[in-house]
């Protein structure tokens, strides 16, 4: 937020929650946290996250003042059709008396509108008392994709022995393929709207679960589920124990072998959550793309498979390489950090698919983010 939308925000909620700085919470709503969904399609992702931190340092004493506790962001994660330039913000409330006057201030309307396309703030309240498991802080230290789950109660009065079935009966299979967290809710002021929350700290198993899952859930909904998948970012947030995914496309512009440079090609890599692409242009005439999955070994470590390479055009790269492509190198793990828009790739070089460093050798990429 601009400076001056960040004075009338401050205006407005002191006019709404009164000169007290720490106003009583409704009756109603002492028990039950909220959740505030706040989303919509980015106007410029290269700008975009400059804009929200920005807005959000400034933001934060005066969200918290209000009982703003966390305010998570996260990204669409390229599975079940969340487009990669979706911006999602899950912000969490310890009363409700302050949220509507947050959000409908004019600033902040002004503010997130010139951030994303038809915005929208949807309130939920928390169902402490309906099965789930885990919890925000779940897989604090590792890579998190959060799983927004949507959909119409068909009988609200009646429906949490239902959903609580379904959470018992999905829960070892959700969490062998690593959802750590499944956290329920309802509509603040509509019973029939349900939300959960999940937490995961793999991505690969996210597609499959829910596919599986909206097959089942016709007997507790009016209609389909949606499912908004989101990967975590390094945006500024507060409250929030999730460390970033790589998502995202990047160019690698330093190639070391034991802090010796090696001369650098144009290299494209690009991550999707659990699959993506290494491009790799020897010559204007002769590219080649490996098509590849990706796992998060631990919160530090990336694995790579390569499952096939086409190099085109073909007849050009014989010329290049000696050879109309090359061989599918074998699996490899990197360790990685990651600082702002800067990625750092480590090995020990094993053998010929390191190359040209030497077994023995320390491999490092250095890589910068071209794109979200």
Not at 208 to 218: D, E, R, S
Not at 229 to 236: G, M, V
Not at 339 to 359: I, K, Y
Request: glycine share 10%; proline share 6%.
């Amino acid at each position: 937020m601009t400076r001056i939308a960040i004075v009338s925000l401050s205006l407005s909620l002191a006019a709404a929650c009164g000169e007290n700085t720490s106003p009583a919470p409704d009756a109603a709503d002492t028990p039950r946290e909220h959740v505030a969904i706040v989303e919509g399609t980015l106007l410029d992702p290269a700008t975009a996250q400059a804009h929200h931190d920005m807005g959000a340092r400034a933001a934060e004493p005066i969200a918290a003042q209000a009982g703003d506790l966390a305010h998570i962001v996260g990204l669409g994660a390229s599975v079940l059709g969340t487009n990669r330039d979706r911006l999602t913000i899950i912000d969490r409330w310890s009363r409700a008396d302050s949220i509507s006057a947050f959000y409908a201030d004019p600033a902040f309307q002004s503010d997130i509108s010139a951030l994303v396309s038809s915005p929208s703030v949807t309130q939920y309240r928390r169902e402490t008392g309906w099965y789930g498991w885990g919890d925000y802080d779940a897989g604090a230290g590792a890579p998190r994709w959060y799983a927004l789950v949507r959909g119409r109660l068909h009988d609200p009065a009646n429906a949490q022995a239902g959903a609580d079935m379904g959470a018992m009966g999905a829960e070892p299979t959700a969490k062998s393929l690593g959802d750590v967290a499944h956290l329920a809710f309802r509509g603040r002021d509509d019973d029939a709207a349900f939300l959960a929350i999940d937490i995961w700290t793999k991505p690969d198993g996210i597609e499959p679960f829910y596919t599986g899952l909206a097959q089942q859930a016709a007997q507790l909904f009016d209609g389909p589920i949606s499912v908004t998948a989101l990967h975590a970012t390094d945006w500024y947030q507060w409250g929030s124990a999730g460390k970033t995914t790589l998502d995202g496309e990047w160019r690698i512009t330093s190639y070391q072998c034991n802090a010796q440079s090696i001369p650098v090609g144009d290299f494209r890599f690009e991550v999707r959550a659990g699959q993506g692409r290494f491009v790799q242009v020897f010559d204007p005439q002769c590219v080649a793309t490996y098509d590849e999955s990706y796992a998060y070994g631990g919160a530090s470590s990336f694995e790579i498979t390569a499952h096939s390479i086409a190099c085109d055009p073909s007849s050009s790269c014989q010329t290049v390489l000696g050879a109309s492509c090359l061989p599918t190198p074998p699996p490899t793990a990197f360790d990685w950090s990651l600082a702002g828009d800067e990625l750092v790739f480590t090995r020990t070089a094993t053998g010929p698919g390191d190359a040209p460093c030497q077994a023995g050798d320390k491999v490092t990429f250095t890589m910068r983010r071209d794109s979200i």
